[in-house]
């Protein structure tokens, strides 16, 4: 294996898992996607208080705020469209031309 296992994101943090698993390109079986950390049960436990938390910031947090925030995430999965398309499709075990997730623009609302 060449790459790096990929820690997991919990409570603010990038977390080792207390094993791993490797993701493999279902209809190429050589081809390694990426190994990822696998969180244990406490692991577990602190993302999901974690995200729990997190959910009660979000929710009070201003409008314009949570706007900003999508918009930016937004903007980088379109910037890296082909480059996560790719990645999907290895993933799914998808053609890449005709079948790659494309990401649109999201619609414009007025109040």
């Given at each position: 294996m060449t790459s790096a296992i990929k820690p997991n994101y919990i409570d603010g943090a990038w977390v080792a898992g207390a094993d791993a698993c490797v993701?493999?390109?279902p209809s190429d079986l050589d081809d390694v996607v990426g190994e990822f950390a696998r969180a244990d049960d406490a692991q577990?436990?602190?993302a999901?208080?974690?995200a729990d938390h997190a959910f009660l910031e979000w929710q009070y947090s201003p409008i314009q705020r949570?706007?900003?925030?999508?918009?930016?995430?937004?903007t980088e999965v379109l910037a890296r469209r082909d480059?996560?398309?790719?990645?999907?499709?290895?993933?799914?075990?998808?053609r890449c031309p005709r079948q790659s997730p494309r990401?649109?623009?999201p619609a414009t609302y007025s109040s």
């Open positions: 993701n493999r390109n577990a436990r602190t999901i208080a974690a949570r706007s900003e925030i999508l918009d930016a995430i937004g480059e996560l398309g790719r990645l999907l499709a290895r993933e799914e075990a998808r990401p649109r623009a």
